[in-house]
Every structure is written in C-alpha cells, then in structure tokens.
C-alpha cells in the first residue's frame, strides 16, 4: 500500500496541507513521500491524480489536448485536494504559475518551494523523459528559460527550502525542521 492511498494515515498531525512547488527535479515527490511519513500523514502527488482521473499519462494528456487544457484540469485537481484533510501534497512544476491555484493554497494550504539550481535540476530531469516540455532539441536550455520565467513566481511561496545535490534526507529534515518551527510560532503546536 502507497502512503497515497493509506486510509489509516487520516488523522495527520499537519494543522494544513503542506503544498511542495518547484521545477521539474526539485524533488518534490521524494521529498514530499518522506516528509508525510514524518508528519504520519498522507502523501498525495497531483501529477497521478490527474492521470488518474484522465486515465493516461500526463505525457498522453499533452498529446491528446494540449496544455492549455492539462492546466485547466490541474487547476480543478489541486482545488479539489485542497478540500480534503491535510496531507503532503507534491504539484507539478507549472501549477503554481496559476494564479487561481495560488490563491486556492493561500487560502487552504501552505507552500513550500523547493528551490534548485539549473545543474541539479537538469541532473535530475535527464534520468528520464516522461516530461512533455522538455522534449524540445535542448532540453537544459528550455529548462533555464522556464526557470527564469517561474522563479519569481515561486518566491511567492510561503517558505523556500534549498534543494542541493547530494542525499535527498538533507533536504527532507531542512523542509521537516523549518516545518516544524513554522507551525509552533505561526500555527499552534504539531503533537
Ligand atoms: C510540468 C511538470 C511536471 C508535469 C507536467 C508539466 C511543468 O511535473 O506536471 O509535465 O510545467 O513544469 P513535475 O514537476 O513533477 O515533473
């Protein structure tokens, strides 16, 4: 049973669902899976609930309707799991460019951005090649275009967490740690 499915895993200890954002490689999904352990929560990676509520790949949703549509659907995705009881949740790396997504996680969330250079990311992202916006002629130089376009937008997110090269339980603990003292001061205790 995936952490993403576990229905004992209900009763989280997160006060609100903690929303990773961040380039393609950042590590959300390996971090975001680690973190709810930690927390005794659920994990939830947006990518697969849209793939499961449009029954194909994201890879096959680009190619059948196109982008436009792909946003759309995860605007009304991540809305929707924004409602359901707190959990970790992992979002691809275009949702938070939405404006309405990121006001649907201001106002039923928190975001943390997992923020990355472009050599780490393009480490990460070369491994595989289910990304529909990195199959251009080339593929590091799409990623720092999009990387400039986003990263401002990112800085919006209520916390920043450096995503360095190296053992991905660094990163864990850093979010984990800044978690923790976010939800004391700000939110009342974690137990
Ligand atoms: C995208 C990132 C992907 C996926 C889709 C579009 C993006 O998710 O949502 O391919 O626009 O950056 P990951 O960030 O999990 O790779």
Known sequence: MTSQDSASKSQSTLPKTVVLVGL??????SVGRRLAEMFDSRFVDADKE????????IADFFDRFGEEEFRRGEERVI????????????????AFMSGDTRRE????GLSVWLKADLDVLFERVARRSDRPLLLTENP?????????????????????????????EQTV?????????????????VS
């Not at 393609?24 to 999904?29: E, F, N, S, V």
């Not at 849209?50 to 790949?57: D, M, R, V, Y």
């Not at 603990?173 to 205790?189: I, M, N, S």
């Open 173 to 189: 603990d850093r979010v984990h740690q800044k978690l923790l003292e976010y939800f004391t001061g700000a939110e009342g205790a």
């Open 79 to 94: 809305a929707r799991l924004l409602r359901d009881p707190p959990c970790i949740l992992a979002t691809g790396g275009g």
């Open 105 to 108: 996680i201001k106002d039923h």
């Open 140 to 168: 590091r130089a799409t990623l720092e275009a999009i990387m400039e376009q986003r990263y401002p937008v990112y800085a919006e997110a209520d916390l920043t967490i450096d995503s360095y090269r190296g053992p991905i």
């Open 24 to 29: 393609m490689g950042a590590g959300k999904t």
């Open 50 to 57: 849209i793939e499961q509520a449009a029954g194909c790949s």
